[in-house]
């Protein structure tokens, strides 16, 4: 059973950092693009960040230059790092295994 873990979320002033953490179970995991998407209430469920089995990665032009995707394979963990946090960045932030698998996300809420 796949099984994946976020960690890491909290409540952060404007202009603070924090990381999240995402780890897997149930699958082999260097073998899957990672990526992380967000929702806020009220709004749709949105992009933010790919990462592929490469280590290649995509942001949304929203967080472009202000979080960074990474992976770590030994660990079977998929993290965001998340700098200059601004209100509008307010969301569940939730982990994804590709094709579809989904963790139950984690929130994250910043204050001005």
């Known amino acids: 059973q796949v099984r994946l873990v976020e960690s890491g979320g909290g409540l952060v002033q404007a202009g603070g950092s924090l990381r999240l953490s995402c780890t897997a179970s149930g699958l082999i995991f260097s073998t899957h693009a990672m990526a992380w998407y967000r929702q806020a209430p009220g709004k749709q469920r949105e992009f933010v960040a790919v990462i592929t089995t490469g280590g290649s990665a995509n942001y949304a032009d929203s967080v472009k230059g202000r979080f960074s995707i990474s992976r770590d394979n030994p660990k079977n963990t998929v993290y965001l790092q998340m700098n200059s946090l601004k209100p509008e960045d307010t969301a569940v932030y939730s982990c994804?295994?590709?094709?579809?698998?989904w963790g139950q996300g984690t929130q994250v809420t910043v204050s001005s």
């Open positions: 994804t295994a590709f094709p579809n698998y």
